[in-house]
């Protein structure tokens, strides 16, 4: 796919990951649909990709909203008039051991803290990329869905939610991979490993040191590594079904 004046989706698009792909897109020309939960950070990215010379609208919607996802996709093909690529990228953490005893006290996971990772994890990625194949088949685009699964998806312990999301989104990349195939859209997934982004910076410095000793090349990863995977999978035509993974070798 050529990049210049496609017009490609991220979700998650107001900070981090999200936003470096924008703007990394943006330098190639792409316009650009911006999609997140917070409107200052989404303004935020948009006048950065405007200031690089292209289109750049943004759209409120919780991607684990069956309504909102509706409406919102619909919006972008209207405004737009076609739909070429979509990042399914906004994601969460909530964080946890599912069962933990300290002291004698005994704590669980809740349900919520499952469900919440479980609704924007993947049934935010389900659907977009439902909503997003049906638009692209009937404006008649080719087009790339790219999902971003994550290294987590081999079993992190904490993330009982977080590693079973990712490991669905990857397995489902496969699924849809074979489904839209005959459309001309492909799908595919990047897996990331450590990167630096407001996700992890949450993380203890402590914690972040101890990760940065056991990935094979000593440091975590950066955003623009990651937008730059995500301009190869949406321009190589050839690619689909399979997870790139970017982890500086943390699962060798
Ligand atoms: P981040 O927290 O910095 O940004 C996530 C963005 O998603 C935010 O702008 C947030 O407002 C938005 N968002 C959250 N819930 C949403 C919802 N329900 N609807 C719409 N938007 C929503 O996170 P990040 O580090 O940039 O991560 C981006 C993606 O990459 C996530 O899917 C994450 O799981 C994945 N990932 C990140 C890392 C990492 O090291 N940072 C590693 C592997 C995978």
């Known amino acids: ?14 900070q981090g990951l999200g936003r470096a792909m924008a703007e990394y897109l943006a330098q ?20 950065a990709c405007r200031a690089l010379g292209v289109q750049a609208r943004t759209y409120l919607c919780n991607v684990a909203s069956e309504e909102q996802v509706t409406q919102t996709i619909a919006q972008i093909a209207e405004d737009f008039g076609s739909i070429n690529g979509l990042v399914n990228n906004a994601g969460i953490l909530r964080d946890g051991l599912t069962i933990k005893v300290k002291d004698g006290e005994m704590s669980k996971m809740s349900l919520a803290q499952w469900q919440s990772v479980i609704d924007v994890n993947l049934t935010g990625v389900f659907l977009c990329t439902r ?32 590693s079973a999301a990712k490991a669905a989104v990857a397995a489902d990349t496969v699924v849809w991979a074979r489904e839209l195939a005959r459309y001309g859209i492909r799908v595919a997934g990047v897996a990331p490993g450590f990167i630096e982004t407001e996700m ?21 990863g950066k955003p623009e590594e990651i937008a730059h ?24």
């Open 1 to 14: 796919m050529q990049l210049e004046d496609k017009v490609i989706i991220i979700t998650g698009g107001g």
């Open 28 to 47: 190639r020309r792409v316009r650009l649909a911006l999609v997140d939960l917070n409107q200052e950070k989404l303004d935020d990215t948009a006048a």
């Open 131 to 162: 909503e997003v194949a049906a638009k692209m088949i009937e404006l008649q685009n080719t087009g790339a869905i790219i999902n971003i699964s994550s290294v987590s998806r081999a079993g992190n312990v904490g993330q009982a939610n977080y």
């Open 200 to 220: 992890v910076a949450s993380m203890k410095p402590e914690a972040l040191q101890r990760m940065a000793e056991v990935i094979p090349l000593k440091r975590l």
């Open 229 to 252: 995977a995500i301009a190869f999978l949406l321009e190589n035509e050839y690619f689909t079904g399979r997870i790139l993974e970017l982890d500086g070798g943390v699962r060798l």
